[in-house]
């Protein structure tokens, strides 16, 4: 019978050591990978072990050609051979693409195994001092900046009114501009917890109130980083 592994990658590209070694055992038994990004998913496996040999493996990119990519999961499923799924960074299906390889597979009956890896998701809600029995992971804000502030208010408004902590990303160049959203729209009380380049060498986390934030606002670098607020 075939197994799915959903295997967990780096967050920060030199922290090998969030990797748990059973995740390389896992990656043996499979035949077949879906990669978000062959190329980086490749130097991913060969830091893990330099011995391993790459080219063994049925390689399919996770794409926009969802009927192409399900129907190489099905022939893999019915062949009973094990799969991998790597995501470009994190955990497959959180905030990166997957699931509808997932969602097929559980179609099929097709035993599914999630591993354990770092998110910075969880990681950053962990260290954020928020509420973790009740939050919600929003993905990417609005570009356009009047809907940014529009959804910035309502997030806010969601999370004095039920007490819940509301998590999302930017893509780094667009990090401060982000930032100086928050400070400007968010009541003074307002918690914001700043994730910056988690598990990585310039790892931060850290939570002040909107007031507090304005009295030292930060540069933001052009890195991962992940927002939480909680008002």
Not at 152 to 160: C, G, P
Not at 209 to 220: I, N
């Given at each position: 019978m075939s197994t799915l592994y959903l295997i967990p990658s780096l967050i920060s590209e030199e922290a090998v050591e969030t990797i748990p070694s059973y995740i390389l055992d896992a990656v043996r038994t499979c035949k077949v990978i879906f990669a978000e990004n062959e190329r980086t998913s490749r130097r991913f496996l060969k830091k893990l072990d330099r011995s391993i040999v790459i080219d063994d493996f049925e390689w399919h990119t996770i794409h926009n050609a969802e009927q192409e990519t399900t129907q190489a999961l099905q022939q893999a499923i019915r062949a009973d051979k094990n799969i991998a799924i790597i995501s470009e960074a994190g955990c497959p299906g959180i905030a990166d693409p997957g699931q509808f390889l997932i969602a097929e597979a559980q179609k099929m009956n097709c035993k599914i195994k999630p591993l354990v890896g770092p998110s910075s998701i969880l990681l950053a809600l962990m260290a954020s001092g928020m509420n973790g029995q009740h939050f919600e992971f929003v993905g990417y804000l609005p570009v356009d900046a009047q809907?940014?502030?529009?959804?910035?208010?309502?997030?806010?408004?969601?999370?004095?009114k039920d007490h819940s902590t509301k998590i999302f990303i930017e893509t780094p160049y667009r990090n401060q501009v982000l930032l100086e959203s928050l400070l400007k729209q968010c009541q003074s009380k307002t918690r914001i917890c700043i994730g910056a380049d988690i598990t990585?060498?310039?790892?931060?986390?850290?939570?002040?109130?909107?007031?507090?934030?304005?009295?030292?606002?930060?540069?933001?670098p052009k890195i991962p980083v992940i927002f939480l607020i909680q008002s």
């Open positions: 809907e940014r502030n529009k959804k910035i208010k309502e997030l806010e408004l969601s999370s004095e990585g060498p310039m790892e931060s986390i850290v939570t002040k109130t909107v007031a507090e934030w304005k009295r030292s606002p930060p540069t933001l």
